[in-house]
């Protein structure tokens, strides 16, 4: 009877042995496991960090004084650029915000007499010109808000680092990928340097060709003559720098 409970004991000392053995194998599993599936990223940096064109806002402030009628020189030219660009990249009309109810309401006046008149000159038509009033805090200072809608391309923002860049137990330290945030920065450098958004989006409108010297080297071919043109002083001297 002795020997039957020793042999039970000594069953029962194994059984809890591979259990703390189990559970220790589970523990340590959970910690560092590598075959969690990962959320993959797109490799290509232009798929990560897509260039979007939206719709944005181009604006200006003129600051007026209380006592001051009129633009400064650097206004009229603020102004004066201004105009121009919202003829090449507008998407709308332009939009004055003028502050009234306080002290800068004479200034105002003769600044937008001004700003009216330098739109006129650049060829901005009366109707494109909308105007609201605001009213502007007693600490603020007294400005004529200028804006209008306009497409805007960007990318980003850069500096998202989701990942450790150095070897860990995540599968993707082993495959070689690209680390998130590469790529960005060129992206967004770029975005920033089109003239115009809208060419991310579809090529602009191929100009006619020039129809007279196509004329004159097809007539050349069909002679037999050599088609290419003829240009002179190209190979002449033009400096001794260097010598």
């Not at 969690?36 to 007026?64: F, M, N, T």
């Not at 680092?161 to 137990?169: N, R």
């Not at 998130?180 to 770029?190: D, E, K």
Request: proline share 7%; net charge positive.
């Amino acid at each position: 009877m002795l020997a039957i409970q020793n042999t039970l004991k000594g069953r029962n000392r194994s059984v809890l042995r591979l259990l703390l053995a189990a559970a220790l194998t589970a523990s340590l599993a959970g910690c560092y496991r590598t075959d969690v599936p990962q959320a993959e990223y797109p490799v290509d940096y232009r798929q990560r960090h897509p260039i979007v064109v939206r719709q944005g806002e181009g604006s200006i402030e003129v600051l007026i004084g209380r006592n001051r009628g009129g633009l400064t020189p650097s206004q009229r030219a603020d102004v004066l650029a201004f105009a121009q660009n919202w003829q090449r990249e507008s998407g709308s009309g332009i939009v004055i915000e003028i502050p009234r109810g306080g002290p800068t309401d004479r200034a105002a006046a003769d600044s937008m007499r001004e700003i009216r008149s330098i739109f006129a000159a650049v060829g901005v038509p009366s109707n494109a010109i909308y105007t609201r009033d605001y009213h502007p805090r007693r600490t603020a200072l007294g400005s004529i808000k200028i804006s209008y809608s306009k497409l805007v391309a960007e990318a980003g923002p850069c500096g998202d680092w989701p990942a450790d860049l150095g070897p860990s137990f995540e599968s993707n330290d082993f495959e070689n990928w690209p680390y998130w945030n590469l790529g960005c920065a060129n992206q967004r450098n770029l975005a920033s340097m089109v003239d115009n958004p809208a060419d991310l989006i579809q090529p602009r409108g191929e100009t006619p060709p020039y129809a007279e010297r196509r004329s004159i080297a097809l007539e050349h071919y069909r002679k037999g003559q050599n088609p290419s043109g003829i240009y002179n002083g190209y190979d002449s001297k033009i400096s001794d720098v260097g010598k």
